[in-house]
């Protein structure tokens, strides 16, 4: 059951010139909740971020292990593929090349699935996860992620629709093929630009 509140529709709104990618409106306040999960319980002393797969080490971080990591931010707009973007959104976390370096993808690793304390997945191209463009974070706007968010912990990926971004993410696996994850078995396009509109298969 998807579970959606209220800001999921709304007016266009001006927006910084050239940020708004087509076919979105600028939601302005308050960002839409939307999942298809039950919003999990978090225990840190359970809790685990693992990156696996096509890795010379696979590596699990504990809550603190991962929090001690080098800290990093993402500023910037985020774009829904139910058509609303917000800017203006601050991040905090760790970037998901400090998680790679100490994995150390071997040569083959092309693609990533990441997956939820829920069992949602989804697939990204390595290449959308590196070199500066994705997260995994616990902080929004210097407070902690609220759950209805993702929080404790989420993946950022903002340069792609917000579905690509999973929520309570624990695990990236790296692959040398392409493997759908929840939404893309469902339709949803196996990549999501907002700026090319990949919204769904064909797209």
């Keep these: 059951m998807v ?14 010139a050239g940020e708004l990618p087509p076919g979105q409106y600028d939601v302005g306040g308050d960002w839409p909740v939307l999942t298809a999960e039950v919003t999990p319980r978090f225990d840190p002393d359970d809790w685990t971020m693992t990156v696996d797969g096509l890795v010379e080490r696979e590596t699990t ?4 292990e991962v929090q ?31 998680l790679l370096a100490e994995a150390r993808p071997t040569p083959d690793a092309s693609y990533v699935l990441a997956t939820s304390t829920t069992g949602y997945t989804t697939n990204l191209p390595l290449a959308d996860v ?11 706007d210097g407070r902690p992620l609220p759950r209805d968010h993702g929080g404790p912990v989420r993946l950022l990926v903002p340069h792609l629709y917000f579905w690509k971004s999973a ?25 999501g630009d907002p700026w090319l509109e990949q919204r769904y298969q064909g797209d």
């Design 61 to 64: 971080w504990s809550w603190a």
């Design 68 to 98: 001690a990591l080098p800290s990093s931010e993402y500023e910037g707009p985020i774009h829904c593929v139910t058509t609303w973007s917000k800017f203006g959104t601050r991040f905090g976390g760790v970037s998901v090349d400090t």
């Design 3 to 16: 579970r959606v509140t209220r800001g999921f529709t709304g007016r266009r709104r001006r927006s910084p």
């Design 130 to 140: 590196t070199a500066g463009k994705a997260w995994v974070v616990w902080t929004y």
């Design 167 to 191: 929520k309570w993410v624990t695990r990236l696996t790296l692959l040398d093929h392409d493997q759908q994850g929840f939404w893309e078995r469902n339709g949803y396009h196996d990549r």
